[in-house]
């Protein structure tokens, strides 16, 4: 199965978009909607020719906190609904199968998106590449992790960052930026946090095993070396982030 990645080349998200589009315009207008808003694929797939026609604006609720966010519809895009729904009625489905009355299904969907990745020699597509894109390009323009984590609820950053395909920033580990976060980290913890540490300690006696392993490649340890040396400077930050707290 291959990773889902988020399409962060804007050449590349060109191609794929107008490929979407030389297949049915409709799964061109649901990529966009699906990058412009944060929605899941499902919750895209409901909407209605009444919900999209004429509008300049959505407003969506995103992830389990229902989190609301508006997108501006931009005018290129309000022009392609505007043609594409100009024969269907207000109650027909903007994303439909066969028939205008019958919604579009997620497989559907996915196949489309599929074969417009193939036909440009893309890979790492899916289901969620909509929401990933849409949460990258927003990391790309505020460095906002941590609204990211909330829109998406998120145990920490690093879920988030590694959802987007980006490296933790160094001092994510370390901060917190609000009350309600690490009050929310408190409660975590307490009901995961042992079992965290667990895995992490049987993974690092794994790894002591390993070192004593004459069939293993250098580049083995090269790698543990680096992981080691990643660990210590963790945890020096850690206590110089927290010896007066």
């Known amino acids: 199965m291959n990773w889902v990645a988020p399409i962060k080349d804007k050449e590349t998200l060109e191609s794929f978009k107008q490929a979407l589009k030389k297949a049915d315009p409709k799964y061109y207008i649901m990529f966009e909607i699906g990058v412009g808003t944060g929605l899941q694929l499902q919750e895209i797939l409901k909407y209605k020719v009444k919900d999209l026609r004429g509008k300049k604006s ?20 309000r022009k392609d609904i505007s043609e594409y729904t100009a024969n269907l009625n207000d109650e027909d489905y903007v994303f ?15 196949r489309a998106m599929k074969s417009a990745s193939i036909s440009i020699g893309i890979s790492s597509i899916g289901a969620q590449t909509m929401r990933k894109t849409f949460a990258w390009n927003y990391y790309n323009e505020t460095g906002d992790i ?39 980290c408190r409660k975590f913890l307490c009901k995961n946090g042992e079992g965290r540490i667990d895995n992490i ?30 660990i210590e400077e963790l945890f020096v930050e850690f206590e110089s982030a927290t010896e007066d707290k």
């Open 146 to 184: 941590y609204y990211l984590q909330e829109l998406f609820n998120h145990a920490s950053p690093t879920i988030t960052y590694r959802f987007i395909g980006e490296k933790p920033s160094v001092e994510i580990p370390m901060k917190k930026l609000t009350a309600n976060e690490n009050e929310r």
């Open 96 to 110: 439909h199968g066969h028939r205008p009355d019958s919604q579009l299904t997620r497989e559907q969907a996915y």
């Open 201 to 230: 300690r049987k993974g690092l006696e794994d790894i002591k095993a390993g070192i004593k392993d004459p069939a293993r490649s250098d580049s083995y340890y090269g790698s543990v070396d680096c992981l080691l040396t990643r």
């Open 58 to 77: 959505l407003l969506v609720k995103i992830g389990v906190r229902q989190t609301e966010r508006t997108f501006e519809i931009p005018d290129y895009l």
